[in-house]
């Protein structure tokens, strides 16, 4: 397989969208457009709820090469063992994806959940769960002990967040479909709140190049208005000294950065924490165009898709005052 994608040739850069990550990367941006145009790594995350890393590792080195992915110990990336006419890429349609031995997540994408660290007994809520990658992860972390809630807004998503909640053998979760905001209404509190927010999904264009069609300064702005209704719920319904992790994977700093910067404005509880991993990051953006962000954002752990080859993602993690 080429290493980029062939019909990447034929992608069209909007002119505001060139000048805005020109700006935002500056000798980077070439380098940025050459990995969102190339083939995303094949990564799993082995399901530790049905089988141990070793014994799964063991199963999928007969026909897979493996390379253990720093930031999560049940992450690997993988590249079949056949010649390049023989090499095949399906992944989903080996007996361990079936079984729900294994997940097939990008690497970027298992961090919020390891960021977040929830544990068995613990109450938590993933505000925004569907499809259901990080929700598996957090259950598995969890050991199925404990309760942990994962909502969506639409119910079409929802199917694909039971089917894979069942797939993977999760037995605490509870599937809600309602907007965010509506767990204020309800008396629960929670240990640990991970808002994976809706966004304009500029890190994933190696995924889907049509979210770079669609990308344009008014979705930018509808999702950061979205995003700080979410992260506002979030932190509120947080118990005293409870953890909330945002995540996006948008490069985006009004959806990221300035999100950030609004909370700890309007929320004097939010102390806004450091993120330890074992992985390549860039420098948070404190300033962009006429705003000027807290120093505090520097904490936050923002990713190209070059950093590392995964996808683009953002991560802050977040305490509330005891």
Not at 49 to 62: F, G, I, Q, Y
Not at 208 to 220: D, E, R, T, Y
Request: net charge neutral; charged share 30%; with cysteine.
């Amino acid at each position: 397989m080429p290493d980029h994608i062939p019909s990447a040739k034929d992608l069209v850069v909007k002119e505001k969208f060139e000048e805005r990550y020109r700006k935002l990367l500056c000798e980077r941006y070439d380098e940025f457009m050459d990995y969102s145009t190339r083939y995303v790594r094949k990564s799993i995350r082995v399901n530790t709820l049905k089988t141990n890393v070793e014994e799964c590792m063991n199963r999928l080195r007969v026909n897979w090469r493996l390379e253990k992915v720093p930031w999560c110990e049940a992450g690997f990336w993988l590249d079949h063992k056949g010649e390049d006419e023989e090499k095949r890429y399906d992944i989903g349609n080996t007996p361990e994806h079936i079984l729900g031995y294994i997940y097939v997540q990008d690497a970027a994408s298992m961090i919020p959940p390891v960021v977040l660290d929830p544990k068995p007994g613990e109450c938590v809520l993933d505000m925004c769960a569907a499809p259901g990658s990080k929700t598996s992860q957090i259950a598995a972390m969890m050991q199925n002990k404990g309760i942990l809630i994962a909502n969506d807004l639409q119910g079409s998503r929802l199917k694909a967040l039971g089917i894979n909640l069942q797939r993977m053998g999760v037995l605490n979760a509870i599937c809600t479909q309602m907007p965010g905001h509506r767990f204020l209404k309800t008396s629960i509190r929670f240990d640990k709140v991970l808002v994976d927010a809706p966004c304009s999904g500029t890190g994933t264009i190696r995924k889907a190049f049509i979210n770079l069609k669609m990308w344009s300064p008014g979705l930018v702005r509808k999702f950061s208005a979205e995003q700080r209704q979410l992260i506002k719920t979030g932190f509120e319904v947080l118990k005293p000294g409870g953890t909330l992790v945002y995540s996006t994977c948008t490069l985006e700093p009004e959806e990221n950065e300035g999100i950030i910067d609004w909370l700890l404005k309007h929320q004097p509880d939010a102390l806004v924490e450091e993120i330890r991993l074992d992985i390549r990051r860039s420098q948070a953006i404190t300033e962009y165009e006429s705003e000027k962000y807290s120093e505090e954002v520097r904490k936050t752990l923002r990713i190209w898709p070059q950093d590392n080859d995964t996808e683009g993602f953002f991560i802050a993690k977040i305490k509330k005052r005891a």
